[in-house]
């Protein structure tokens, strides 16, 4: 733009100084004219041409003079309009490049916003203050199975059956309120509801933060069972305790009554001191505050020593107990105490709900880089449906039966909380009425690289 005014000024310019060159060589022509009419009357005259001489002289000093303000004006105007024009252009040219620079920064943000929204887990949806969609990421879509019918805030949130005014969150988000919790299907859902403002603090609609919240349901739940688990656990050993203490110190019994009374105190009291220890090595755990001491030992005597500390059960109920350890098995890598902890709750569970004069086979072996210990028995097993169940704490299969034996359904927690650490694994089988199979595998020293 400023170029074409710089050009036009020239132009201009150039043609002032055509119209006054034009104009001095007409005069010059119509006082030659003079001089030749003059000339063919007076030719007698020496003065006339001395005039013409003159005349041609002055003509031809005009002209150049013409010629020479015409070029210094030229010159000058070029020279004031480059002055003028030249910080313009370079602020044209900056203004351009921070236009284009504004301009990449901005697609490139763009980008970066759609890329976020496209992988987020968190849905997000925008409506413009009509309560139409003017954005959606593929989260929202999948968490609210969002249909292309559903293109208002109506529409989505009345299929949801969720109450909730538009104009409310709004205009008066201070006093209502901004979230809600739905239900889909196996899924919790939290909805939180905010207000879109623009700089200006004009509303320009409502923005919809969906969150999964599945996990923290569940989380929550299982703390509160938990809780009520504990509770309902040392609630009735105490009870009993005191029950039989109380009775005790109401009225004088024979040797034999009070030896009975006190064998019941004394095995509920046990019950709770288990109870109680199991409790404190999970938090423990639960709290990374379990110190293991790893070390290389033999896993096929680890477990013939753990089958003679069970002997006295396995004795009385009459089990018949087989141990095969594989030739050349690999010292193992591991926190020794825990290993022990863990094969004999499985040697012990598997005495425990197996029938009397039942069988149990002991093996342990070694494959590709872990040893392993198989105990298979055939007990009254695990119905199918609790399988996927039996690591959750307190969780038992016939609770009945499990606390008349003793157990706390802490067992196995305890257990798969052990050999994680260890980078181990437990891997139980089962149907119901036949018996179970239970898998430990344990990494020897060769693969201690992968602890």
């Keep these: 733009m400023v170029k074409n005014v710089q050009l036009k000024i020239i132009l201009i310019f150039t043609i002032i100084t055509i119209i006054l060159l034009t104009g001095v060589s007409l005069y010059f022509l119509h006082n030659v004219q003079n001089i030749n009419t003059q000339i063919a009357l007076l030719e007698n005259k020496i003065e006339l041409a001395n005039q013409t001489k003159n005349l041609i002289e002055q003509g031809t000093l005009l002209t150049i003079c013409s010629i020479a303000i015409f070029c210094f004006i030229v010159i000058l105007i070029a020279f004031i309009t480059a002055k003028v024009t030249t910080p313009m252009n370079k602020l044209i040219s900056s203004a351009k490049r921070i236009a284009e620079n504004e301009e990449g920064e901005i697609s490139r943000q763009k980008n970066q916003i759609e890329t976020i929204l496209l992988h987020m887990t968190d849905g997000i949806i925008a409506f413009n203050m009509e309560g139409k969609i003017i ?249 199918e449906a609790d399988l996927s169940r039996i690591f959750e704490r307190f969780y038992r299969v016939d609770k009945a039966r499990t606390r008349e034996m003793g157990g706390t359904g802490l067992g196995l927690s305890i257990a798969k909380e052990i050999l994680d650490r260890n980078n181990g694994s437990i891997d139980i089988k089962s149907e119901y009425g036949k018996g179970t199979e239970v898998v430990i595998r344990i990494p020897t020293v060769q693969d201690k690289n992968r602890i």
């Design 135 to 383: 954005l959606v990421n593929p989260a929202a879509t999948r968490l609210l199975r969002i249909m292309p019918e559903d293109d208002t805030f109506e529409k989505i949130f009345e299929k949801l059956d969720v109450e909730i005014n538009m104009e409310k969150i709004i205009y008066l988000d201070n006093w209502t309120s901004s979230e809600e919790r739905v239900t889909l299907g196996d899924k919790h859902i939290n909805l939180f509801f905010a207000p879109l403002k623009e700089e200006d603090e004009r509303p320009a609609g409502v923005m919809v933060v969906i969150q999964d919240i599945t996990e923290h349901v569940k989380l929550d739940n299982m703390r509160k069972e938990f809780v009520a688990d504990v509770s309902h656990e040392l609630k009735t050993p105490i009870t009993s305790i005191m029950g039989y203490a109380d009775t005790l110190l109401e009225g004088e019994y024979d040797k034999q009554t009070q030896d009975k009374f006190l064998n019941v105190i004394a095995a509920e009291a046990r019950r709770m001191a288990k109870l109680v220890t199991d409790l404190l090595a999970l938090s423990r755990f639960d709290n990374n505050q379990v110190k293991q001491q790893k070390e290389e030992f033999d896993l096929g005597e680890l477990v013939k020593k753990c089958q003679e500390k069970v002997q006295p059960q396995i004795n009385q109920k009459k089990h018949q107990v087989e141990c095969f350890v594989t030739a050349n098995v690999p010292p193992v890598y591991a926190d020794k105490d825990g290993i022990e902890r863990v094969v004999l709750n499985i040697l012990t569970n598997s005495i425990k709900y197996t029938k009397e004069s039942g069988h149990i086979k002991i093996y342990v072996g070694f494959v590709y880089n872990d040893a392993y210990i198989k105990v298979i028995d055939n007990g009254i097993g695990i119905p």
